[in-house]
Nanobody
Framework: QVQLVESGGGLVQAGGSLRLSCAAS????????MGWFRQAPGKEREFVAA????????FYADSVKGRFTISRNNAKNTVYLQMNSLKPEDTAVYYC??????????????????????WGQGTQVTVSS
């Protein structure tokens, strides 16, 4: 079992930055691929970014590429999402998710929320124009 707790959300003006954190407990986070997803009001949950169990590989949704950076510190069992140049359309509840490591780090597989086993409670990010 893995418990995930997100933090770092808040209200920021367009063009600003936030860093989200996801603290994992229960099992060593280095055994898991980690992902960030978001859900805006009235919209479906969408993929944001994912990082491999070692941290050596990552990929992003096109909508955030070049603005967001996912990283992890396995010694601290924490995954981060640095969000720069925020836009009002980034407003959403952001969730982190964990999936036990697989044979390889597939972007198709790890960008699909249904493939993750554990989820945090979410943190609200609001970007004002």
């Amino acid at each position: 079992q893995v418990q995930l707790v997100e933090s770092g959300g808040g209200l920021v003006q367009a063009g600003g930055s936030l860093r989200l954190s996801c603290a994992a407990s229960g099992r060593t986070s280095s055994s898991y691929a980690m992902g960030w997803f978001r859900q805006a009001p009235g919209k479906e949950r969408e993929f944001v970014a994912a990082i491999s169990w070692s941290g050596g590989l990552s990929f992003y949704a096109d909508s955030v590429k070049g603005r967001f950076t996912i990283s992890r510190n396995n010694a601290k069992n924490t995954v981060y999402l640095q969000m720069n140049s925020l836009k009002p359309e980034d407003t959403a509840v952001y969730y982190c998710a964990a999936k036990p490591r697989g044979a390889y780090f597939s972007s198709t597989y790890y960008s699909t929320g249904g493939n993750y086993d554990y989820w945090g409670q979410g943190t609200q990010v609001t970007v004002s124009s």
